[in-house]
């Protein structure tokens, strides 16, 4: 029921910013007869990028066997008030970035392990940051070793392409590109974004894409 309500929610919300999205079809055949445990390797293009997997893979459960993923967001999010509590609650599991780029970080290598064992799929930006300049950024290979080291069978790796006919995050790359520092992410801002929607002041995005790619075995 709380993933039904929070799918309803996020359809409304992709409405107030005319956005549709569109799934490759012919890439879904490359996660159809995957046996090993599936990990979700999206590009990182937007804020959005998350929650649009999320309701792709929720609507697509009908005719794939492709429960709702369990995504290592950053530990940031952890700190918002309800929109913290609403991300753990539909499976988000916290990170903190360059955790263990160090030594291994074992609270990592524990969440992960739960991960495994709920059968979910893992979904992780392995890039670490939204790529601000639309290119690929440098790989995190934190999580990777945590897979490595604690998964008891092959993981599959899917590399998922994320694209967008209009950038949601467009001002603050634009801000960013000036030198001005990101701005924190703060609940109160979701808030005034749901009221601008009301209201209809968000400006329309148009369309976003979605294409699987063939998996990687780790």
């Not at 956005?19 to 999206?42: K, W």
Request: net charge positive.
């Amino acid at each position: 029921f709380f993933y039904s309500v929070a799918a309803f929610v996020v359809r409304l919300g992709l409405s107030w910013m005319s956005l549709s999205v569109t799934v490759d079809g012919a890439s879904l055949l490359s996660i159809t007869s995957l046996d090993a445990p599936l990990v979700l390797c999206p590009q990182h293009r937007s804020v959005l990028d998350f929650v649009i997997i999320g309701l792709m893979c929720f609507q697509l459960q009908p005719i794939l066997p492709l429960q709702l993923p369990q995504v290592a967001a950053d530990a940031e999010f952890s700190n918002l008030p309800f929109l913290g509590w609403a991300l753990s609650g539909l499976g988000a599991f916290f990170v903190r970035r360059g955790g263990g780029a160090v030594q291994p970080d074992p609270a990592l290598r524990a969440k992960v392990g739960r991960v495994f064992q709920s059968g979910r799929p893992l979904e992780v930006f392995l890039e670490g940051l939204r790529s601000r300049g639309r290119r690929q950024l440098r790989l995190r290979t934190g999580l990777l070793k945590a897979l490595r080291d604690i998964a008891q069978r092959t993981v599959a790796l899917v590399p998922l392409a994320m694209s967008y006919e209009l950038l949601p995050d467009d001002e603050s790359l634009f801000r960013e590109m000036c030198g001005l520092p990101r701005d924190p992410l703060r609940t109160s801002d979701l808030f005034f974004w749901v009221l601008r929607g009301i209201r209809g002041e968000l400006p329309p995005i148009g369309e976003a894409f979605m294409r699987f790619g063939h998996d990687q075995i780790l």
